[in-house]
């Protein structure tokens, strides 16, 4: 039995940060029931390009596998009904809508306690459901930007630069999976539920961690690095082999640096005053890179890798994506899943990394077509009857697909 078995979500999600939380939940073998609006066509993400073909996405099939799907309006007074019977069977309502919609679609907790005291409301949102920005819209890149994130990465001659990934929304989703946990046991052990408001502004301000903690307290200032390097320790950055293939060396640990400099054949770096300690090294950081730059040209980046991994230094090759999705450690770990599908074949995703109990005990199932589970759910579900699920259809309740 998988962890997460007794546990019914009810997702009101789409595109990128609600379904990636509400992933990781229906890998772990939470039932999760994605309702998607009829009038826009479902979920945004099956229309991603570039390798979309009618409703049918790679991008929908990375974030929804292992869910359901009803097409149903929350606009329509019958589609509102059909929904408040899901929330009565169910733990927890999972949006991730601008912050203001909640409220308007009766999504939040005050809204649906009346239906079930025990539900768990969790919005994943721009900027919460309160504040003066609540009714924005927001998308991770901007986010990136107003966080202060794009001041903090490129090169210092470039221009302020995002993340490779959409890392505000991945991580806001994970924020919003962990809220929703936690909301459920403390609604079956006190009864009652509750709001969680999620808000991809904080998620943001809460990853600046330690660089906004050194500028609050004593007002430090981020300078970007060239190659990557770390803010204070040194070295902690790329370098270049003789082949010109990059790698990274990071010396976390004073130990490292004296491992380092036996390994480039200069021990007598890690006793230098200008370089013996961490402070030392971030003092004269340009002199040391500089020397470190002539070693590492005269050998391989392969060469040097070797040399340092045997010394316990930590190193590693900057990889593109074929070579880390076939690397043995990726195979080993069993970081890629695979599900069936009409359209693409065999689709290969990222495994989620959340790791509890046995990995061969999950089964993996394609994303879900737009309402491909609306008989189960209507009919063994909630015990609709053919009479009732006809009248609910003429309503609108689920739109142009009954």
């Known amino acids: 039995m998988r962890p997460l078995e007794d546990i019914r979500v009810v997702a009101v999600e789409q595109y990128g940060a609600g379904p990636f939380g509400t992933l990781h939940l ?30 049918d996405s790679l991008f929908f099939e990375t974030f929804n596998r292992n869910k359901k799907s009803l097409s149903l309006s929350l606009t ?50 721009g900027f919460g459901m309160a504040g003066p920005m609540a009714k924005e819209p927001a998308y991770d890149y901007i986010l990136q930007g107003l966080a202060g994130w794009m001041s903090l990465t490129g090169e210092p001659d470039g ?7 959409s890392l505000v929304d991945f ?43 050194w500028h609050l307290n004593r007002g430090w200032e981020p300078v970007r ?3 990557s390097a770390h803010p204070s320790l040194v070295p902690f950055q790329l370098f270049k082999g003789s082949d010109g293939a990059w790698f990274l060396v990071g010396c976390a640990k004073e130990k490292f640096f ?49 040399r340092l991994k045997a010394a316990g230094v930590p190193t590693g090759p900057i990889q593109g994506l074929s070579e ?17 599908h009409d359209v693409f074949g065999p689709v290969l995703a990222p495994a989620s990394p959340v790791r509890v109990g046995d990995p061969a005990d999950v089964e993996y199932r394609r ?24 009248g609910f259809r003429d309503s609108g309740a689920f739109g142009e697909i009954g």
């Open 258 to 306: 004296d491992r380092l400099a036996e390994v480039v054949g200069r021990p007598d770096l890690a006793d230098h005053p200008d370089y013996a300690t961490f402070v030392d090294r971030g003092k004269n950081r340009d002199a040391l890179i500089e020397i470190l730059d002539d070693l590492f040209a005269t050998q391989t980046a392969v060469y040097w890798m070797d």
């Open 324 to 340: 880390a999705m076939t690397h043995p450690h990726t195979i080993a770990r069993q970081l890629i899943v695979e599900t069936p």
């Open 159 to 165: 221009p302020p630069t995002k993340t490779g990934l």
């Open 76 to 125: 329509v007074p019958e589609g509102r009904r059909v929904f408040e019977d899901l929330v009565a069977k169910s733990d927890a309502v999972f949006s991730n809508l601008r912050g203001d919609v909640p409220a308007k679609l009766g999504l939040r907790y005050d809204d649906l306690a009346q239906v079930n005291p025990r539900i768990v409301c969790v919005s994943v949102s």
């Open 367 to 390: 994303s879900p077509k737009r309402n491909e589970h609306a008989d189960e759910i209507l009919r063994s579900l909630l015990g609709y009857d053919d009479d009732t699920i006809s």
């Open 225 to 227: 690095a060239t190659r």
């Open 171 to 213: 991580c806001g989703g994970y924020v919003g999976a962990i809220a929703l946990l936690s909301g459920v046991h403390a609604a079956r052990r006190d009864g009652k539920g509750m709001d969680c408001d999620i808000s991809l502004y904080d998620v943001a301000i809460s990853l600046l961690s330690y660089p906004a903690t």
């Open 26 to 55: 229906a890998d772990l073998g939470a039932e999760v029931i994605k309702i998607e609006e009829p009038r826009f066509g479902g979920d945004v993400g099956r229309y991603i390009p570039p390798f979309h073909e009618g409703e």
